[in-house]
């Protein structure tokens, strides 16, 4: 799958997230490394869900 990522220079690192999972981010010392340690945060958040999803119950809900 594809994700949208944002990078973003702070200082002398780079950080970059997820907006479609929120929690996923990282930082690295180069846009290159952040970018590579980006595919590995959410690897790792993406088979987490798995995990907690396998048995579980969907039900939808309405919120206003």
Not at 7 to 15: C, S
Not at 18 to 31: F, Q
Request: with cysteine; aromatic share 12%; charged share 30%.
């Amino acid at each position: 799958m594809r994700y949208q990522v944002k990078l973003n220079k702070i200082d002398q690192v780079y950080a970059i997230w997820c907006p479609a999972l929120p929690g996923c981010w990282t930082v690295g010392d180069s846009e290159q490394e952040a970018l590579d340690k980006i595919k590995y945060v959410i690897k790792d958040h993406l088979e987490g869900l798995d995990g907690l999803t396998k048995n579980a119950e969907f039900y939808y809900i309405e919120v206003k």
